[in-house]
């Protein structure tokens, strides 16, 4: 037997096993819905006290340096300033390349700045020496749960390990309630 597909006889056709017929594929997509779990859709995995939990609000493993660590509401407000700050030309820096050449450069103590790190990096070892240049240099720094929702704040499509937001532009009063904030946090503990 010899299969037709890109002309090798030892390949099968991509169809083989498929049915183009429309009435046939209606009827499984039919008793796909019709199904209890949701069309084959995976469950979510119960917690501990049976509720299933949403996909959504499952946890995030955080890395143990993260701390200190943004609350919720501190978290929406450093990305909500960081989206301002996209916007500016020199508002940010995103990476620890650019982040930490910033800071040794004494670019931070020119005008103010603040660090968010994402606190699920992996390997840790690739942010674990940017707090210790924040605290030498004067630098408020904050972790937030999610690499890509820093990503998505700074304006870029692929996750970000961390960004320096500098105040240069018209988000001012953002900006400083953020940083009252972060060292409010960061000398409580």
Not at 6 to 22: A, E, H, N, Q, R
Not at 150 to 165: C, D
Request: hydrophobic fraction near 30%; proline fraction near 8%.
């Amino acid at each position: 037997q010899q299969y037709p597909a890109f002309g090798y006889p030892w390949l099968p056709s991509c169809t083989m096993g498929k049915s183009k017929d429309p009435e046939k594929v209606k009827e499984k997509k039919a008793k796909l819905k019709d199904k209890p779990d949701g069309g084959g859709k995976p469950k979510d995995i119960p917690d501990g006290d049976g509720h299933e939990e949403e996909p959504s609000k499952k946890i995030r493993l955080v890395s143990p340096i993260a701390h200190p660590l943004a609350s919720k509401k501190l978290a929406k407000k450093a990305l909500k300033t960081i989206k301002k700050a996209a916007d500016v030309k020199g508002g940010i820096r995103r990476g620890v390349k650019e982040v930490v050449k910033a800071i040794k450069k004494h670019e931070a103590g020119r005008e103010p700045s603040l660090c968010i790190i994402a606190g699920d990096i992996s390997p840790i070892d690739v942010i674990s020496h940017v707090p210790i240049f924040c605290e030498e240099k004067g630098v408020p720094y904050v972790y937030v749960p999610s690499k890509e929702e820093l990503g998505l704040a700074s304006q870029t499509k692929r996750p970000t390990s961390i960004v320096l937001v500098s105040c240069v532009g018209d988000y001012k009063e953002a900006f400083d309630e953020l940083k009252a904030e972060m060292s409010a946090i960061q000398f409580k503990n």
